[in-house]
């Protein structure tokens, strides 16, 4: 089915640890973001891709790494993970600019 | 420095009755902007937008409302249903300076609540 697909859903790991969070789209969407949602913060940009090999930083982007060899994937990756990085990740896309966003369902991080 | 505002976390509502979810924001350049509706363990989910050139935009139940002069917007969700409860995000961008790309500022979000 089309649509933009994050995972996995949960995952647990431990300080100092390396961790990829997947994200996968299907409408063929130029621009993909990742958000990071925490009580009391709402929704917050971590890093956005204009297409494929073009990414830039949002406004959290410490310790956090991207990726974008193919239009339809947009990987986040957490070189070394701290407490306060748990939190729920947020992939999402959109096509033109006037287009508006489509998020994904999300994966909740916690970091021990 | 907070651009977007959602001043209620919560709010209350009777099944049947209005639901207005409020938003202010202080960037002038601002000139887009959207609302969202999260369930939870769900991602966001696009509900409506209004550009700055409109002050009222509706579709079915919901009519978002824009003030620039106050730099204040609203969501009147009419009327309001149990299925409605959910957390709402207001959102805001700046299309046409360029720049931004249309990235969206987030606000921190009011839960809403429609009692049966």
């Known amino acids: 089915d089309a649509g933009i697909t994050q995972s996995p859903r949960y995952k647990i790991t431990e300080t100092g640890r390396q961790v990829t969070l997947m994200c996968h789209q299907t409408?063929?969407?130029?621009?993909m973001f990742w958000y990071r949602q925490d009580l009391g913060h709402g929704l917050r940009l971590i890093y956005y891709?204009?297409?494929?090999?073009?990414?830039d930083k949002g406004e959290v982007p410490d310790g956090y790494v991207v990726s974008r060899s193919k239009t339809e994937n947009f990987p986040l990756t957490l070189e070394s993970a701290t407490r306060s990085q748990t939190s729920v990740y947020f992939c999402?896309?959109?096509?033109?600019?006037?287009?508006?966003?489509?998020f994904g369902d999300g994966t909740r991080l916690s970091i021990l | 420095d907070q651009q977007v505002k959602q001043n209620s976390p919560s709010l209350s509502v009777q099944e049947g009755r209005i639901s207005i979810l409020n938003c202010d924001y202080t960037?002038?350049?601002?000139?887009?902007f959207l609302w969202y509706k999260k369930y939870p363990a769900e991602g966001p989910t696009f509900l409506i937008s209004?550009?700055?050139?409109?002050d009222k935009n509706e579709d079915g139940r919901f009519t978002v409302f824009l003030n620039k002069s106050a730099k204040h917007l609203s969501l009147h969700i009419v009327p309001s249903q149990p299925g409605d409860s959910a957390v709402y995000f207001c959102?805001?961008?700046?299309?046409?300076?360029?720049?931004?790309?249309?990235?969206?500022?987030f606000g921190k979000g009011t839960k809403l609540s429609v009692k049966p």
């Open positions: 409408w063929s969407h130029s621009y």
């Open positions: 891709s204009a297409a494929a090999d073009i990414t």
């Open positions: 999402a896309s959109r096509g033109g600019v006037s287009q508006p966003q489509h």
């Open positions: 209004i550009s700055s050139i409109k």
């Open positions: 960037n002038s350049m601002f000139d887009y």
């Open positions: 959102a805001a961008t700046e299309f046409s300076y360029g720049g931004s790309q249309g990235n969206l500022i």
